[in-house]
């Protein structure tokens, strides 16, 4: 029997039975846990309280072998908040449904339990900073969000220099399957033709210029998301079921 101790962000939450719930988490030294919290479904419960999704906190775990991740699910048995992202989220809908995304993403992008992922962590506990604190457009703070998961997971897009050849940019034509923009020489069937906009937008959102970014007209936004959507779409194999629901300028 171990006690264990990590910061993480909650992504979902299960009812089980009648008071407790299973409270999956993106933790910094522990990567995606799954634990079950008693009774925090009781409406007189504070623990429960900070156990919403997009709440950053200090959890203890209690688990029956020497490794956290085990046969059974350990138990959820303290937790201190950090930050309540939640409040500044949960309020307006362009936030929760862009939150909500990358909560889906973080979890989707961390498939095995226990095992570190640092990066995919400190980007979801950035991002979901900066969409509490209104600092940019919901939908830029998205798109920034996913394409950064993009690359830390190994498939980022190249959006100057041709994915296939190296040929330096600007290359005008954008294939998911190539990973990004290509020079016509390279072209593929199912390459589309973005504006020069939108190829910029999305460069400026995975480097973090945000103040091109924050200057683009909506109409790149869309175009922009579009690409996003459909590139991360072909490295997950399907699409995320929040991503619907996401409002776009």
Request: hydrophobic share 40%; net charge neutral; charged share 20%.
């Amino acid at each position: 029997m171990s006690l264990f101790r990590d910061d993480g962000i909650v992504l979902r939450t299960q009812k089980l039975g009648e008071a407790d719930r299973i409270i999956t988490l993106l933790t910094r030294g522990h990567g995606r846990v799954r634990a079950v919290a008693r009774g925090v479904r009781r409406t007189k419960s504070k623990f429960g309280a900070r156990l919403e999704p997009f709440s950053h906190v200090d959890v203890q775990f209690f688990a029956r072998g020497s490794e956290l991740i085990g046969r059974g699910l350990p138990l959820c048995t303290q937790s201190e908040t950090i930050a309540p992202y939640g409040g500044g989220i949960v309020t307006d809908y362009a936030r929760y449904t862009a939150g909500t995304a990358m909560l889906e993403t973080a979890e989707r992008f961390t498939d095995h339990e226990g095992e570190p992922a640092v990066q995919q962590y400190l980007l979801l506990v950035g991002g979901l900073r900066t969409l509490a604190a209104g600092e940019h457009a919901p939908n830029l703070i998205l798109d920034a969000f996913l394409l950064r998961s993009l690359a830390v997971n190994g498939y980022a897009p190249s959006f100057d220099s041709c994915a296939k050849c190296g040929m330096p940019g600007p290359n005008r034509f954008f294939s998911v399957g190539a990973g990004g923009v290509v020079c016509a020489e390279c072209r593929v069937p199912g390459s589309v033709v973005p504006s020069a906009e939108a190829i910029a937008l999305l460069g400026a959102l995975l480097t973090g210029d945000w103040e091109t970014a924050d200057a683009s007209e909506a109409r790149h936004v869309r175009e922009g998301s579009g690409l996003v959507s459909a590139y991360l779409h072909w490295h997950l194999e399907r699409g995320l079921r929040s991503l619907r629901y996401v409002e776009k300028s």
